[in-house]
């Protein structure tokens, strides 16, 4: 240990991110200005990763759950060696730079996942601990070392312990003994609204205990050595995971050390030049002294030298154990596995009706056969979900009721590698996780969410358990692919769109039985497609999603009764595949004539695909408690409701 | 204490339940087969309540958190003497009735809240604490007793304990010592998935204790007397809220008992045989002994008593001091005082460009003045929220990093009643409380979401932090209106609205500064109205919402300059209040000719208003980190941007 060259590093830390907010003139210097040693102590003494190759898979991983923090990790990223130039940091927070405001994954070489949104951090760390052990275990080979050994390193904030999600995961990461999970607690009793004895003063550490955690104190935030001998503890306990509370100062050197004006708000050019004065720093912005840059070719070559000796020791296993290799480096590239859809290109539904919940546990089984990547469960209600795998061993997950960890952790499993993840819970419970959905989204994690009982029709247990908006809301976010399958087929054909996609998906299911309609792969596809079509060109075409294609398709019948012979129905899927479909293909699909749309659920957003003469039969109100066939007539969901209103239309009575 | 009557009131209840499962052929007879003897004991020997006068201001509030066991709650009302006869009972379920699948707020009388959605129970009944707390200190005077003073209990599962929502709630009631919280967890260690070994393995009570609760244990679920003990206990516990650990057997006395299958379906006739055999019970469906009528006539008259001397003692009191209590019963009336909004009705914000943020601090400032009734505080965001009330003492509260629970907490105020309460955060972190917003819409509690940076144009913060779908999710949402004000006055007039109206309210405000614009009480009113209008027919009209108002007021001057001086905007602060209207006001405001739809959010939900000709510029999109100006014009929102897609349309390239 080099004690001149790590205190200098920690002071350039610290003076690079306020360098960064000041340049940006917006930012959140206070943390990383309190939390520089520890950061610093963590990735110089232990962290093992390798700046020339961020993707290595067996490297440590490090989660800046605080994510306001992000001038603190773009620093450690500069001064480790990662293609991060200086003229990144000095371009902070500004359009098209690579240091964006809180930390993006895919933009930023280094950046595990996004965060900002608080308490998410540490819940993706727990699914990227999760994913680690379940890999571990998946390519063991008794007697020989593991193909993966690495621990999870978070830095997280008062604020990300106030959230429930990360209490969900905290319980979670406990209750699975993940042992190479450590957390280093940022405990400078300061939150923005002041002292954080104004609404948080549980104790922390008692509570991770009472979570089955290691805890541990570090008093001086500053001390280099005893955040180390944490660090080494929590390395050590392999059957606990571990929290370090490290006691710091906000804003450390800085005139408004301790205080809550320090946390988001630049310094300003005296209170700089004093808290250069403090550090004996020089009067220069964005200075690395040479020490500091000596450090960052250590840092690189001792990554190397990591990542190439576990290459090398992988290799040679290879020569013993080729199979085992190559499945294991498939597992790595997230490349679907030769024939990974063959067992569910063959399923077959027969002609009785099937709930959409129940064929997606039948499609979820067949691709598990060949997908020994899927791994995944429900937040307590596999066997309404129909999320078990039969025969699945530990690839069944127990979330427990903890919706929002769970999405958080599909996510750092999915960012972790190795793993296609899926979760499920009832569609209205969607809401409990909407925080770890969109960053699903903006990540682009492939994750699967098996959404199920996804209208009223779900009955008996009354509007509290009964979806209306959360429909339009999923398909509000962009880049969540959201499938409402008609049927068994399409059912099973969207799971497999879901597993081929790049980004996350959503499968909206019923509870109840729907009759099974002829497959037709290329139309779901493309996210919508004329499943009844009619000679000549349609008097009116009856749009729906889900469950209400086939109650379109009973309307259709119900007005070639009533002389209406000319009626067209097409089944949507998924909005986001139609809607990047080209306007020739929609407008073929959609015709020219009248049209109505008919969904168990909000009308938001149909009228883009009815147009202004057309009109939408939905449910803009909250359900009722009621078996549910009655429940769904009661909110106009229904062949007489349908038809009223299609006959209306026809008359002239437009939308 | 008549142990025979008790034994057969437990019993009573219990067999109820089952029958009211049995009947409907749907509902969770688990719950309270196991929990009917604790939930007795409370009822029997500690609530204070009116079974004749459910709204009685000073009775305890009683909140089954764990809301599927409503077959539990329902017989306790019957058995209390509410106004719920047997016959709601025998229609468990169905159309229409009382007794709906999971309890619902104003449909049953002596239903405190809607709970189902796991957790938020929990954190109701800490806002309802709170209220009670805060209205004591709010109309107490020096040595004389309370106006107020009761109890909150709640009847909590593994799965409210297992909710992150809980877990927020839990630590901010041991924080703010509220000793009249008492939970009684039914602790029968059966998820739905299986054992809670599955995947709930911490210590709760340490948990609890960590957050400042006293925790109790009751070995045996079925001891009335150990069980009225730990309660006692827990009332006599002032300083800190208390957790009674009540261990228990799930499905008890059912051939099923102790396994995750009697959960949520019913028994069938041959197990009910065999129960209704271990409880020596005939057999008859919904049989109630003589015994129990008795203990039903004694509650009700107790009942009576206990409220009739809480009113004669407000009403001597109001003899001495006729102002404090006319006062609080204003407050509890929920009427709005005399002269509520003058200070609000005064409020200037002269000409230069402001923050509807500021706006928004300033009119609830000036609305405090003339509400006492008016409290919240933010998720540890005040500053930016411009949520703190000036003087306002501890009508400003601290929720800390905690969005659901405060979501949850301050519906939970407004069921208590004499508080209208709002909360805040930035609009992108609703995501992380849409299950309580959905609550507030469904039991149309009066509670004011202020929720700031509604855009891109927060800037630097990038896409983490810039919310792009929130705003449609929350208009997708039934029963909650959304207000998205265009400047100052439109944002000062949101909020009169928002404290008349009958449920909650949305208020989406800007970071950045908004120019002011001439205020027009009555189109905000209506949702909807001509900010600028033309002569003639315009050739196109451009309708907006918020900071996209005045951006379409400056495309409307480009737009004359390049020859259009045809040209009207539309502000459309509220869908909810201009759907409202009638058919001829919308067609009046909207014109018959061209629109263009601009808003600084995704397009979902826009196409209802433009007509199939017309068009939408939105971002329907992730964000960037970047300054707010520039972010703001990378994402299409700019005049150069607006002014283009505007001209197309003029010139018959369509939607």
Redesign the interface.
């Known amino acids: 240990m080099n004690l001149d060259q790590d205190a200098l590093c920690v002071t350039t830390l610290r003076m690079l991110a306020a360098d960064m907010v000041e340049q ?1 003139q ?2 959140h210097p206070g943390m990383p200005l309190g939390a520089a040693p520890m950061a610093f102590v963590l990735w110089s003494r232990f962290l093992r990763h390798d700046p020339s190759d961020p993707g290595w898979p067996d490297r440590d991983r490090f989660v800046l759950s605080a ?1 306001h923090g992000s001038a603190l990790l773009y620093a450690l990223l500069h001064l480790s060696g990662y293609d991060l130039p200086l003229d990144d940091l000095k371009r902070f ?5 690579r240091t ?3 930390p ?1 994954h895919g933009l930023t070489p280094g950046v595990e996942c ?6 998410q951090g540490l819940a993706m760390a727990v699914g990227m601990a999760w994913a680690e052990r379940q890999l571990g275990e998946r390519f063991a080979v008794e007697g020989q070392s593991p193909l993966l050994d690495h621990h999870v390193y978070v830095l997280a904030s ?3 312990l ?7 995961a905290v ?2 990461a ?2 699975q003994r993940l042992g190479k999970l450590v957390v280093l607690y940022d405990d400078n009793r300061i ?4 002292s954080t004895d ?10 991770f ?4 955690w290691q805890t541990l104190t570090v008093g001086d935030g500053e001390d280099l050595d005893a955040i180390a001998a944490a660090i080494e503890l929590g390395r050590a306990e392999r059957g606990r995971p571990t929290l370090i509370r490290v006691r710091t100062v906000i804003g450390h050197g800085t005139p408004l050390a301790g205080t809550p004006t320090v946390h988001g708000a630049p310094l300003g050019p005296a209170r700089m030049a004093e808290t250069r004065a403090y550090y004996n720093w020089p009067e220069l912005s964005f200075h690395i002294p040479e020490e500091v840059k000596a450090y960052r070719a250590g840092v690189i070559e001792r990554g190397m030298e990591l990542s190439q000796g576990w290459a090398a020791r992988i290799a040679a296993l290879e020569a013993s154990d080729p199979a085992r290799v190559a499945a294991f480096r498939e597992a790595l590239s997230g490349v679907l596995p030769e024939g990974w859809d063959a067992q569910l290109n063959a399923l077959e539904f027969g002609d009785k009706p099937v709930a959409t919940r129940v064929a997606s546990g039948k499609a979820l089984n067949a691709l598990a056969l060949g997908l020994p990547a899927l791994i995944g469960g ?1 937040a ?5 979900n129909n999320t078990h795998i039969q025969d699945g061993g530990s690839r069944n997950l ?8 769970m999405a958080a952790i599909v996510n750092g499993m999915a960012l972790h590698g190795g793993w296609i993840p899926f979760c499920a819970t009832f569609l ?2 969607s ?2 996780m ?2 770890a959905m ?2 699903s ?2 990540m682009e994690t492939r994750v699967i969410y098996v959404l199920t009982h996804d209208s009223v029709a779900v ?7 009964q979806p ?2 959360q429909v ?2 999923l ?5 969540l692919t959201v499938f409402r399958p008609a049927d068994a087929n399409e059912t099973a054909l969207s799971w497999r769109l879901a597993v081929a996609a790049r980004g996350p998906s959503a499968l909206i299911l019923t509870r109840q039985n729907l009759p099974i309609l002829p497959a037709n792969p290329e139309g779901v596809a493309r996210g919508g497609y004329v499943v009844s079509a009619c000679d000549g060109i349609p008097e009116i075409t009856l749009l729906a999603s889900g469950s209400e294609v086939s109650l379109a398709l009973r309307v259709k019948d119900r007005l070639a009764g009533a002389g209406h012979g000319r009626v067209r129905v097409v089944s949507m899927p998924s909005w986001e595949l139609f809607a990047a479909q080209s306007a020739e293909y929609r407008r073929g699909v959609l015709s020219a004539g009248l049209r109505l749309a008919i969904e168990a659920g ?4 149909w ?2 695909w009815v ?3 057309g009109d939408v039969v939905a449910v ?3 359900g ?4 549910g066939g ?2 769904m007539r ?1 909110v106009g969901m229904s062949e007489e409701g349908v038809l009223a209103r299609a006959l209306e239309l026809l008359a002239g009575e437009g939308g």
Chains 1, 2 share one sequence.
């Open positions: 940006a917006s930012g994510g927070r500004q359009m098209g730079s964006p405001g809180h993006e996004s965060t900002g949104p608080l308490g008062d604020g990300d106030m959230e429930g999600v990360a209490a969900e319980s979670l406990g209750h939150s923005i609204e002041g104004l609404a948080f003063t549980e104790d922390v550490e008692a509570r205990r009472a979570c089955g429900s307590d209600l596999a066997p309404s127990h979330f427990g009721v903890r919706e929002h960890a209205v419970f809401d409990y909407r925080g969109r960053l989204a903006l009955g008996e247990d009354g509007p509290t358990h209306i908006e339009a809301g398909r509000a976010l962009p880049g909000c009308s938001m957003g009228h883009r147009g202004e003469e803009d109100r909250f009722l408690s009621a078996p009655e429940a009661a």
